[in-house]
T-cell receptor, first 113, second 117 residues
Framework: DTAVSQTPKYLVTQMGNDKSIKCEQN?????MYWYKQDSKKFLKIMFS???????INETVPNRFSPKSPDKAHLNLHINSLELGDSAVYFC????????????FGSGTRLTVV | AQTVTQSQPEMSVQEAETVTLSCTYD???????LFWYKQPPSRQMILVIR??????QNATENRFSVNFQKAAKSFSLKISDSQLGDAAMYFC??????????????FGKGTKLTVNP
């Protein structure tokens, strides 16, 4: 009964390919996020959606495009993958305007070769 | 912009001993939330403890407690009776409580905690 589930957990792909990571939450939260964790473990926000509306779009190459078909889903599509895109990508969700922090998915380790 | 600093890239502790992880932050806001997250080798991000800035009382969760010093902008995590399962990366994080403000969590760079048997 996973609260925030991401698929796939591991993704190995060649440079230049296009790939997607899916995220779903069953907590009824209004806000969902994508974070990138680099090789030094630093976590940085990429995008945030509130009720299907994009509210945070940090400085991210436009090869990255989030899509939220409904408030329980937030997918991340990456075009023309580059070696530097290799990282762990975390999806998370939270209730709006609450102090409860985020609930994270288990992460997707993307390796571009 | 808010920043979070964890000055200890690595720490170690003997099993059953106590260890304190440091965190400082920079903000001009008066209302915010602070968190400690744990990331074991499984890479799952687990919320350990949280603190509302308007509360003077330090949060406690079992063996985990914080020392929140608002004026000093300091938020340290104390782990008592350390266990092998506490070995992980620990991240301090800040979130604005300002309505209309960004809801994003701003993370520190993490402290890797090793627990020695």
């Amino acid at each position: 009964d996973t609260a925030v589930s991401q698929t796939p957990k591991y993704l190995v792909t060649q440079m230049g390919n296009d790939k997607s990571i899916k995220c779903e939450q069953n907590l009824g939260h209004d806000t969902m996020y994508w974070y990138k964790q680099d090789s030094k473990k630093f976590l940085k926000i990429m995008f945030s959606y509130n009720n299907k509306e994009l509210i945070i779009n940090e400085t991210v190459p436009n090869r990255f495009s989030p899509k939220s078909p409904d408030k329980a889903h937030l997918n991340l599509h990456i075009n023309s993958l580059e070696l530097g895109d290799s990282a762990v990508y975390f999806c998370a969700s939270s209730p709006s305007w609450q102090s409860y922090g985020y609930t994270f998915g288990s992460g997707t380790r993307l390796t571009v070769v | 912009a808010q920043t979070v600093t964890q000055s200890q890239p690595e720490m170690s502790v003997q099993e059953a001993e106590t260890v304190t992880l440091s965190c400082t932050y920079d903000t001009s806001e008066s209302d915010y939330y602070l968190f400690w997250y744990k990331q074991p080798p499984s890479r799952q991000m687990i919320l350990v403890i949280r603190q509302e800035a308007y509360k003077q009382q330090n949060a406690t969760e079992n063996r985990f407690s914080v020392n929140f010093q608002k004026a000093a902008k300091s938020f340290s995590l104390k782990i008592s009776d350390s266990q092998l399962g506490d070995a992980a990366m620990y991240f301090c994080a800040y979130r604005s409580a300002r309505r209309g403000g960004s809801e994003k969590l701003v993370f520190g760079k993490g402290t890797k905690l090793t627990v020695n048997p």
